[in-house]
């Protein structure tokens, strides 16, 4: 039996994803794939203590295979990927770390790409609104500056994100 459920998370909140499909795995829905941003396909199974981990690589496509290797020699299990976003999944063990990366500055780096993209999107926003603001209805100006605001918004948090992990 498949069940479909949606939740939204921002990038910066890769811990509470990562919590939730814990959750899920605990009352027995495993993640089988993503059918859509924010959109989890589950299959139902005996729960378990499953780790989920993502990651948002900086890895050429002739280069996925190596680094889908990689995982498995660590024992994780490749589930899906989206939006660059790839998951990743093991049977919890007491007695190693359950994590992917041991090293904080690993995760900076994965933000600080996000952070680079969002930046290229909120300049690139912001050049094509704002000159066009002074002949645009007020709807459009309205939506114009909400969606930059938006982006803002998640440049700021991406940069508090990348703050905490450093503080590590």
Request: a neutral charge.
């Amino acid at each position: 039996m498949h069940i479909r459920k949606f939740k939204w998370f921002w990038a910066w909140q890769d811990q509470k994803e990562e919590a939730w499909l814990h959750q899920m795995a605990q009352q027995g829905y495993h993640l089988a794939r993503l059918v859509f941003p924010a959109v989890y396909e589950f299959s139902h199974g005996e729960p378990g203590d499953v780790i989920y981990r993502l990651d948002y690589p900086d890895v050429k496509k002739d280069d996925i295979a190596v680094y889908l290797q990689l995982f498995q020699d660590s024992g994780w299990e490749h589930v899906d990927e989206g939006m660059g976003w790839y998951y990743f999944r093991k049977i919890a063990d007491p007695d190693s770390s359950n994590e992917i990366f041991t090293d904080p500055e690993t995760k900076v780096q994965r933000f600080n790409r996000l952070l680079a993209f969002s930046f290229i999107i909120t300049c690139s926003l912001t050049a094509a609104f704002v000159p066009s603001l002074a002949r645009s209805n007020s709807i459009i100006k309205l939506l114009g500056m909400a969606l930059l605001l938006l982006w803002v918004y998640i440049v700021l948090r991406l940069i508090g994100r990348i703050r905490q992990l450093r503080r590590l």
